[in-house]
């Protein structure tokens, strides 16, 4: 015997209102954060920048290829399909190269943690490597960041020389 269970409507617009307003939501959370991280990378590039002007070097110039290949590193490492540092940089400076249609130089900065666009810069700057990438004679530059499921994130920032 089979019983059939008859739903009010007025209780299934609820439960249709409930998913819509849960699905709204988290798209308008994703949203927030990717407008928060291009917020914070717009920072990093300008502190970045503030330093070199304050070594008599040129601006860098953010570039969408590299801040995509910043990105996926991220990805890569936020995710753990990585570890947390520069496993596959030279496969990532070649893809850049050929999308760039060349480059003669490349960096690379991570960092893990920080929770602003000046700690990170921070970080980098009282690191004896991290510092000489940003000080090095590069112009294009992208940079990327995520969370992982800890909350923790992750930042890739990429150095490019480019005549």
Same mark, same amino acid.
């Given at each position: 015997m089979h019983t059939i269970v008859m739903i009010p409507k007025t209780f299934a617009a609820a439960i249709l209102l409930i998913a819509l307003t849960v699905f709204c939501n988290s798209r308008l959370l994703a949203q927030e954060q990717q407008s928060n991280y291009a917020e914070m990378?717009?920072?990093i590039l300008e502190l970045v920048n503030?330093?070199?002007a304050g070594m008599g070097l040129a601006p860098l110039t953010m570039n969408v290829d590299i801040e995509r290949a910043a990105t996926r590193h991220n990805h890569n490492m936020a995710?753990? !399909?990585i570890p947390f540092g520069h496993d596959g940089f030279s496969a990532r400076m070649k893809v850049i190269t050929k999308q760039l249609k060349g480059g003669t130089g490349w960096a690379e900065n991570v960092a893990m943690g920080s929770e602003t666009a000046e700690e990170v810069v921070d970080l980098w700057l009282h690191s004896e490597g991290h510092k000489?990438?940003?000080e090095g004679d590069y112009n294009l530059t992208g940079i990327g960041?995520? !969370?992982d499921a800890?909350?923790?994130l992750y930042f890739t920032q990429i150095f490019v020389y480019k005549k």
């Open positions: 990378k717009t920072g503030k330093h070199r995710t753990k !399909k000489k990438n940003i960041i995520e !969370k800890n909350d923790d």
